[in-house]
């Protein structure tokens, strides 16, 4: 009996421990450390705040870019559109010649 309570305790612990270790190393490759530059704590709320600005301006270039892009592709569909709609009336006026008088 003593040996499976024993038994119970080691795998509770070697799974805590095991946890703790996995999410140490999560959350090093996430961007948080206890440690700042200089050796200084840094508080979990700060690196949140951090990376959230940073993938805020990430976000803002990116949607920026996009825009960009689209407007210049919308502008380029929309050029000939409108020189086609040029001919199209110049050729009406010519077909018409009795309404222009």
Not at 12 to 26: D, G, P
Request: hydrophobic share 30%; charged share 25%.
């Amino acid at each position: 009996m003593l040996i499976c309570t024993n038994l119970e305790d080691l795998q509770e612990q070697t799974h805590t421990r095991h946890y703790e270790l996995y999410r140490c190393c999560k959350l090093e490759e996430m961007g948080f450390t206890d440690v700042g530059p200089e050796n200084k704590p840094v508080s979990a709320q700060e690196t949140y705040e951090a990376k959230r600005h940073e993938l805020h301006d990430l976000l803002d270039s990116v949607q920026e870019e996009l825009f960009g892009a689209s407007s210049a592709a919308l502008q380029q569909t929309s050029r000939p559109e409108t020189q086609q709609n040029r001919s199209v009336h110049v050729n009406a006026e010519s077909l018409h010649p009795l309404k222009q008088r």
